[in-house]
């Protein structure tokens, strides 16, 4: 399978969790507090190698899966509404969309609220400050307000990439150092 098509799928699968998930919390009132679990465990998939195999390898079955998901899960204190939803989809063999399924539930939630969602990538940890400062340009240039979520990876070296909806706005000193490398190969 190409890789467009992968990503299509998993973007497909992980909008219709996604979307299921948050009908389910808007009736229980929940919205917020499954957003945070789901932050938790997605800052759980991010903190552990392990954890991450566990979650894109096909050798695992969905019964290894699902009681190694159970176990975490308990562990962590993700409980009710998120952890039985982390247990139907280790079960489905839908965990390799659980990122993607973050994703669109923070999309839906900030319409919800109003507000449109933004993915940044930055160098290094933003202070509040910064995130502040940010978040009133974004709603300076959109007009509404914005909710962040910010990822670092230090290989892009400093600046900021910043996707809202279909736009992107790449700041970042890598991407400037490579459109000058290649300028100097055309010049020379």
Not at 16 to 31: I, N, P, Q, T, W
Not at 128 to 150: F, M, N, P, R
Request: net charge positive.
């Amino acid at each position: 399978m190409p890789v467009a098509d992968t990503s299509q799928l998993i973007s497909g699968v992980a909008e219709r969790y996604a979307s299921s998930l948050f009908d389910l919390a808007l009736e229980a009132g929940a919205v917020e507090s499954v957003g945070s679990d789901l932050d938790a465990f997605l800052r759980m998939i991010d903190d552990s190698a392990d954890l991450k195999r566990l979650i894109v390898s096909p050798v695992f079955s969905a019964d290894d899966q699902f009681k190694a998901i159970s176990a975490i899960i308990a562990k962590a204190g993700i409980s009710g509404l998120v952890g039985n939803f982390l247990k139907v989809v280790a079960r489905n063999r839908r965990l390799f969309a659980v990122p993607g399924i973050v994703r669109s539930y923070r999309a839906t939630a900030a319409r919800h609220r109003g507000e449109i969602s933004a993915e940044v990538t930055s160098a290094h940890v933003l202070s509040a400050a910064q995130e502040t400062e940010l978040k009133a340009a974004l709603k300076s240039v959109t007009g509404k307000d914005v909710t962040v979520a910010v990822t670092v990876d230090p290989s892009i070296l400093g600046g900021l990439i910043v996707k809202v909806g279909s736009r992107q706005i790449d700041t970042s000193l890598r991407t400037k150092l490579s459109s000058l490398k290649l300028a100097l190969k055309e010049v020379g």
